[in-house]
């Protein structure tokens, strides 16, 4: 996979700038600001986003962002003054306004496997969970360590996409120096979850981490304090948070490795979980590289459900943001999500992709069945809650479903929905009338990662009934700088409220602005 764009290719996997197919020779942070630019063309990349995932959150000068900048641009030929390809938004951040397509290469023939014979597709993502080791004066609770364990063994066990070691194997495990290495080389995972149970006095605290055995890395860490006699709280309190925290940071792993190795390389689900990365990006480049990759993941497994809902996914971010032909987007979001459940019942993504296809046609009250099932069939599924809150939003059925919100955000607070689930509780406060929280609502969902363009018009709106006349223009002219042409119909036909005050009360707000 690479990204083009004017003369110039940047591919990822190999580290690469490109001109007219020459290598332009820049520095590691340089390609690693112009791949962060180009990975998030359709929005703005602030200063702190920047050092964050450039230096590691690292404090760095002001002059050391910039300078880096300013090798960007002369890479690609431009300069501050011209601003060509990259844009400075003074005060706010920078952004790569340049046309941006994305290539992925066809796979190599691969000799066809008999899916009967080696059941899930290959490469599913594995886990070994270890038995928490106990330190301070456990007393009683000596054996809270693995208790907490099994119980996150059975909870990771309901989830479809990841295979989990049985108790038996992983519990062999328990030196107080684990060496993840051996373990992923002895039972075959990529993954391994650890962690500590700190118990003095009336105090308990649980440490968890989660490290890749095939590098060593640790990528993702927390830890729960509490009282001991919450011991019982803190142990459902564990799973839930860890449970929700690996359906974000795995795939997100998952696909860094499918990009270092090579579009001839993909299995199944690698090309899933690449898929994903695309498809959580939200905007129209992304989002055909997300279809191809799904359907390639379908081309190499015929049965990966998974892949069905990831594609149905896709048609159905093409149709929800008009990116192409709607009815034919809507039509594969319904067929792709029925095929899904089919070959998978089960499985909480296929639920939720067949409650959202519902959506496409304005039958919402039809999705709510399937969206209640996935989080039936994982009880930790954040964006489950999140999509029934906001089928009750816009049905106005529930004004109270802002406790499935916040259900959603303390389940997965990085996740790739999270400015859907800002831009809900916005709905939640206009529906209430609460227009000085729908406001600051609204901005926090419009400036969170990922943003989409209507969650932009969401802010306009909850400024615009707040009184904030001056805000909600500003809104509308950063809609009108990502998507020209946007009116009252587009909005209504993504957020399809029922006649009433409500819906005449955003048509005004909107009308104020020319939509």
């Given amino acids: 996979?690479?990204?083009?764009?004017?003369?110039?290719?940047?591919?990822?996997?190999?580290?690469?700038?490109r001109r007219?197919?020459?290598?332009?020779?820049?520095?590691?942070?340089?390609?690693?600001?112009?791949?962060?630019?180009?990975?998030?063309?359709?929005?703005?990349?602030?200063?702190?986003?920047?050092?964050?995932?450039?230096?590691?959150?690292?404090?760095?000068?002001?002059?050391a962002v910039s300078s880096?900048?300013?090798?960007?641009?002369?890479?690609?030929?431009?300069?501050?003054?011209?601003?060509?390809?990259?844009?400075?938004?003074?005060?706010?951040?920078?952004?790569?306004?340049?046309?941006?397509?994305?290539?992925?290469?066809p796979p190599a023939a691969a000799d066809p496997v008999d899916s009967a014979t080696r059941g899930l597709p290959a490469g599913r993502p594995s886990i070994a969970v270890l038995p928490f080791r106990a330190i301070g004066t456990p007393g009683a609770y000596g054996a809270i360590g693995e208790a907490v364990a099994h119980d996150l063994i059975a909870s990771l066990s309901r989830l479809r996409w990841l295979d989990v070691i049985a108790r038996g194997s992983?519990?062999?495990?328990?030196?107080?120096?684990?060496?993840?290495?051996?373990?992923?080389?002895?039972?075959?995972?990529?993954y391994c979850l650890s962690g500590i149970v700190e118990i003095f006095g009336s105090s308990i605290t649980i440490i968890v981490e989660l490290v890749?055995?095939?590098?060593?890395?640790?990528?993702?860490?927390?830890?729960?304090?509490?009282?001991?006699d919450d011991v019982h709280a803190v142990r459902a309190r564990v799973v839930a948070e860890v449970v929700a925290a690996l359906e974000v940071r795995i795939p997100l792993n998952e696909a860094s490795l499918a990009t270092l190795s090579g579009p001839e390389n993909l299995d199944a689900w690698a090309a899933y979980h690449l898929g994903l990365k695309h498809l959580y990006r939200f905007n129209r480049q992304d989002n055909a590289a997300a279809t191809s990759l799904f359907a390639l993941a379908i081309e190499k497994e015929p049965r990966f459900a998974r892949g069905y809902a990831g594609l149905s996914s896709a048609n159905f971010q093409g149709a929800f943001l008009r990116y192409g032909d709607r009815k034919h987007d809507r039509a594969e979001a319904r067929r792709c999500a029925e095929r899904s459940v089919?070959?998978?019942?089960?499985?909480?993504?296929?639920?939720?992709?067949?409650?959202?296809?519902?959506?496409?046609?304005?039958?919402?009250?039809?999705?709510?069945?399937?969206?209640?099932?996935?989080?039936?069939?994982?009880?930790?599924?954040a964006q489950g809650f999140y999509a029934r809150a906001w089928a009750d939003t816009i049905t106005e059925r529930n004004l109270d479903g802002s406790d499935n919100v916040d259900r959603a955000l303390a389940l997965s607070p990085l996740d790739p929905f999270r400015y859907a689930?800002?831009?809900?509780?916005?709905?939640?406060?206009?529906?209430?009338?609460?227009?000085?929280?729908?406001?600051?609502w609204g901005d926090r969902a419009a400036r969170a990662p990922g943003a989409h363009v209507l969650i932009a018009l969401i802010a306009?709106?909850?400024?615009?009934?707040?009184?904030?006349?001056?805000?909600?223009?500003?809104?509308?002219?950063?809609?009108?700088?990502?998507?020209n042409g946007l009116s009252r119909a587009h909005f209504f036909a993504a957020f399809p409220y029922k006649d009433g005050s409500l819906k005449r009360g955003i048509a005004h707000a909107l009308r104020q602005h020319g939509f």
């Fill in 212 to 228: 890749d055995t095939r590098s060593g890395s640790i990528l993702w860490g927390d830890h729960i304090d509490a009282k001991i």
């Fill in 1 to 17: 996979m690479r990204y083009v764009f004017e003369p110039f290719e940047l591919e990822p996997m190999k580290g690469e700038l």
């Fill in 342 to 381: 089919e070959l998978d019942p089960v499985d909480p993504f296929a639920n939720f992709a067949l409650g959202r296809s519902f959506w496409l046609a304005g039958d919402i009250d039809a999705s709510l069945p399937w969206l209640d099932r996935s989080t039936e069939l994982s009880p930790n599924y």
């Fill in 460 to 483: 306009l709106v909850a400024r615009e009934l707040n009184g904030d006349s001056r805000e909600a223009a500003a809104w509308a002219r950063d809609v009108r700088s990502r998507r």
């Fill in 68 to 105: 880096r900048i300013k090798s960007a641009r002369r890479a690609l030929g431009d300069d501050g003054r011209q601003q060509r390809l990259i844009r400075t938004l003074h005060g706010r951040g920078i952004r790569f306004v340049g046309e941006v397509a994305i290539v992925v290469a």
């Fill in 170 to 190: 992983s519990f062999r495990f328990r030196t107080p120096k684990v060496d993840v290495d051996e373990i992923g080389r002895l039972l075959n995972v990529g």
């Fill in 20 to 63: 007219d197919g020459q290598r332009v020779a820049v520095e590691p942070q340089v390609f690693a600001l112009l791949l962060l630019l180009v990975e998030n063309s359709e929005r703005m990349v602030s200063k702190e986003e920047i050092v964050e995932k450039i230096w590691d959150g690292r404090a760095v000068s002001d002059a």
């Fill in 421 to 440: 689930m800002l831009g809900t509780w916005a709905l939640i406060c206009l529906s209430r009338s609460q227009t000085a929280e729908a406001a600051v």
